[in-house]
């Protein structure tokens, strides 16, 4: 049974950096592409990194630059570090495995205000 979870959200001010987590389980992690995704209250569901089991990566321009998506397959956990957060980057954020179907972690929420 595949298994996400989120962990790192929080509330920081405009300009700070978060560090999320997801631990991941019951496939075989280092074989899967890896996705963040965020949704905002009122606005479509947002990809802002992916990973390849390479450790290759893209960004969408509204992130690029200030967000970096790495993983450790040794122990099934992909990172999102974000820097110079903007009050736009408030939002819930996923993980998410494409296997069959996306399987999705409960999320964490990250709010960007002063």
């Known amino acids: 049974q595949v298994q996400l979870v989120e962990s790192g959200g929080g509330l920081v001010q405009p300009g700070g950096s978060l560090r999320l987590s997801c631990a991941a389980s019951?496939?075989?992690?280092?074989?899967?592409?890896m996705n963040w995704y965020r949704q905002a209250p009122g606005k479509e569901r947002e990809l802002v990194a992916t990973?390849?089991?390479?450790?290759?990566?893209k960004y969408p321009e509204s992130v690029k630059g200030r967000f970096t998506i790495s993983r450790d397959n040794d122990n099934n956990t992909v990172f999102l570090q974000m820097n110079d957060l903007k009050l736009d980057d408030t939002a819930v954020y996923y993980c998410?495995?494409?296997?069959?179907?996306?399987?999705w972690g409960q999320g964490t929420q990250v709010t960007v205000s002063s």
């Open positions: 998410i495995v494409r296997i069959d179907t996306d399987h």
């Open positions: 019951g496939f075989v992690f280092k074989l899967r592409p």
């Open positions: 990973i390849d089991p390479y450790k290759r990566t």
